[in-house]
């Protein structure tokens, strides 16, 4: 039988996940070689959502057993549920690779995007809700000191919310101190595998928004490029660095998102039908991390958009510009945005079955 791109893309190696914590979804893309999954805010509510007459259900089961719990303690439970499903399904994964693979990462609460010890005491409990759990804090000052912490507690974090060089340096420095800390309390780092996130077609998003409010003269079709610029730019970063940390690219927007990317030692977390379009692709899967973006392309968004340069330059952003950053703002947003929208199903199903039997 012939091997689907998403297939051809482990062989190259580079890891493709899935971009959610769909059950029926994530054992295709495991068939189709996935070696990991995402979770967030916005996620959880869609499966759930997507799935109501499964997860309503459990909804309605955890209020009953909690009789007295809120629609933040339910909903976290929910949450809890969901991904220790999910974690099963990669659990073989995580078992072959020694940990290198087979996590499913899980968002802290955005809600707590300003306090590192909440997002620290929060991510401590998630992490033990499956062994393969990979918890996710936003790139924010506060939230990088978090994962700091939790990565010298043995915990294997994800750096997200993350669209520039600033923050995904600054997130891979403080993930090695947490390392080197972990190590020196005899906890075995050659089973955790950090990342960080490049939100690739969110920082594209940006741009384009820019691009509509100050009808900026230039190529439209550069800002298909700005993500994988400045992922690429950072995959040599990291490789001549030494960091151990690995990039993870999200959030896609056009297939250059995939097929640019691809021979790199990264992950790639793809939505289901984005994947799925890929494994349709009538074009050869070949290495092509390594070749740069067009140098034209480059300058020319450096030149237009000073938020490109914050994006792309070296030391741009000081860690406390971090959440000033628009692109920061604007995920920010949709995420609390995402967990209010999970908390009102949970509250109309309580409301609607409150104590049945």
């Given at each position: 039988m012939n091997k689907t791109p998403m297939q051809l893309t482990g062989e190259a190696g580079t890891d493709f996940w899935n971009d959610s914590c769909d059950l029926?979804?994530?054992k295709e893309a495991i068939a189709n070689g996935a070696v990991g999954a995402t979770s967030n805010p916005v996620i959880v509510a869609q499966v759930a959502k997507g799935e109501?007459?499964?997860?309503?259900?459990?909804?309605?089961?955890?209020?009953?057993?909690?009789?007295?719990?809120?629609?933040?303690?339910?909903?976290?439970?929910?949450?809890?549920?969901m991904a220790g499903e999910a974690s099963k399904l990669l659990l073989p994964?995580?078992?072959?690779?020694?940990?290198?693979?087979?996590?499913?990462?899980?968002?802290?609460?955005?809600?707590?995007?300003?306090?590192w010890r909440l997002?620290?005491?929060?991510?401590?409990?998630?992490?033990?809700?499956?062994?393969?759990?990979?918890?996710?804090?936003p790139c924010t000052e506060p939230g990088i000191k978090a994962m700091e912490e939790m990565t010298a507690k043995g915990v294997s974090v994800t750096a997200t919310v993350s669209f520039t060089v600033s923050q995904a340096v600054a997130s891979a420095e403080a993930i090695e101190r947490g390392l080197d800390r972990a190590g020196a309390e005899g906890i075995d780092v050659t089973r955790m595998s950090p990342s960080v996130v490049i939100m690739l077609g969110r920082v594209d998003d940006y741009l384009k928004s820019v691009l509509t409010q100050r009808r900026i003269n230039i190529d439209p079709g550069y800002l298909e490029w700005a993500g994988i610029a400045v992922l690429k730019k950072l995959y040599a970063m990291f490789t001549s660095r030494g960091y151990r940390s690995r990039l993870l690219g999200a959030a896609y927007r056009n297939h250059m998102q995939w097929s640019e990317l691809v021979g790199g030692d990264l992950i790639l977390t793809i939505p289901y039908k984005w994947w799925q379009q890929f494994n349709r692709a009538d074009f050869e899967v070949g290495p092509k991390i390594d070749n740069p973006v067009d140098t034209k392309i480059v300058d020319g968004?450096?030149?237009?958009f000073p938020e490109f340069?914050?994006?792309?330059?070296?030391?741009?952003?000081s860690p406390g510009e971090f959440?000033?950053?628009?692109?920061?703002?604007?995920?920010?947003?949709?995420?609390?945005?995402?967990?209010?929208?999970?908390?009102t199903l949970v509250r109309s199903r309580m409301l609607a079955y409150p104590g049945k039997a």
């Amino acid at each position: 039988m012939n091997k689907t791109p998403m297939q051809l893309t482990g062989e190259a190696g580079t890891d493709f996940w899935n971009d959610s914590c769909d059950l029926s979804q994530l054992k295709e893309a495991i068939a189709n070689g996935a070696v990991g999954a995402t979770s967030n805010p916005v996620i959880v509510a869609q499966v759930a959502k997507g799935e109501i007459e499964r997860w309503g259900t459990r909804i309605d089961a955890i209020a009953r057993e909690s009789p007295e719990a809120g629609e933040v303690d339910v909903a976290w439970k929910l949450i809890e549920e969901m991904a220790g499903e999910a974690s099963k399904l990669l659990l073989p994964v995580f078992n072959r690779t020694g940990g290198r693979k087979g996590r499913l990462s899980v968002q802290v609460n955005p809600v707590n995007f300003r306090s590192w010890r909440l997002m620290l005491e929060q991510g401590m409990a998630l992490s033990r809700t499956a062994p393969n759990l990979a918890i996710k804090a936003p790139c924010t000052e506060p939230g990088i000191k978090a994962m700091e912490e939790m990565t010298a507690k043995g915990v294997s974090v994800t750096a997200t919310v993350s669209f520039t060089v600033s923050q995904a340096v600054a997130s891979a420095e403080a993930i090695e101190r947490g390392l080197d800390r972990a190590g020196a309390e005899g906890i075995d780092v050659t089973r955790m595998s950090p990342s960080v996130v490049i939100m690739l077609g969110r920082v594209d998003d940006y741009l384009k928004s820019v691009l509509t409010q100050r009808r900026i003269n230039i190529d439209p079709g550069y800002l298909e490029w700005a993500g994988i610029a400045v992922l690429k730019k950072l995959y040599a970063m990291f490789t001549s660095r030494g960091y151990r940390s690995r990039l993870l690219g999200a959030a896609y927007r056009n297939h250059m998102q995939w097929s640019e990317l691809v021979g790199g030692d990264l992950i790639l977390t793809i939505p289901y039908k984005w994947w799925q379009q890929f494994n349709r692709a009538d074009f050869e899967v070949g290495p092509k991390i390594d070749n740069p973006v067009d140098t034209k392309i480059v300058d020319g968004l450096r030149a237009a958009f000073p938020e490109f340069r914050e994006a792309y330059d070296d030391n741009a952003l000081s860690p406390g510009e971090f959440v000033r950053y628009g692109a920061t703002v604007n995920t920010l947003d949709q995420f609390m945005s995402g967990y209010y929208e999970l908390l009102t199903l949970v509250r109309s199903r309580m409301l609607a079955y409150p104590g049945k039997a």
